[in-house]
């Protein structure tokens, strides 16, 4: 078979937008057979477990063998939101202390595509879910569960949040 041939950063493109493209029509599917309140439920479970996936295979594939404070855990972030996360989103986090950094989403490709799918007030935001399970694949877990609510953004709030290490 022949074709054009990608480069890399294509090709991470597409699979990239492929792998949410199939995580959206899952919800989709879960929300019409199961109902909303199941479908958030099940979609934060899910993101949790992939969360953890995620940290570590990409701490493996950087031989990362600890990760031990919230700078290291910050550069395990960027590189896992390079890798991971499509543009548009605009994440900035920043440490507070030894045990602790803000996460500000200025821009979130979630909450776009819960407005463009019509009903952003009843979505579960399942974005910290995952984070968290960043966290715990890194080994270096959150001190508390992030909470289920509503996307902040799509009640008009700012998405900002102070997360704290166990």
């Not at 909450?111 to 080994?139: K, L, M, Q, S």
């Amino acid at each position: 078979m022949s074709g054009v041939p990608l480069g890399e950063v294509e090709q991470k493109e597409i699979v990239r937008r492929c792998w949410y493209s199939h995580d959206g029509h899952w919800f989709t599917s879960a929300v019409a057979e199961l109902g909303m309140a199941a479908a958030n439920r099940l979609n934060r479970r899910a993101l949790r477990a992939q969360g953890v996936t995620e940290a570590r295979r990409l701490r493996k594939a950087l031989g990362l063998k600890e990760v031990g404070s919230v700078s290291d855990f910050l550069g395990l972030f960027d590189a896992l939101a390079s890798v991971l996360v499509p543009a548009p989103t605009e994440v900035r986090v920043a440490p507070l202390g030894e045990r602790s950094y803000e996460i500000c989403v200025d821009r979130c490709f979630v909450h776009e595509t819960v407005v463009r799918a019509g009903n952003p007030e009843a979505y579960e935001c399942a974005v910290f879910d995952r984070i968290a399970g960043w966290h715990e694949g890194a080994g270096l877990p959150l001190d508390e569960e992030p909470p289920g609510r509503r996307c902040v953004k799509a009640m008009g709030g700012e998405c900002r949040r102070v997360l704290a290490l166990r």
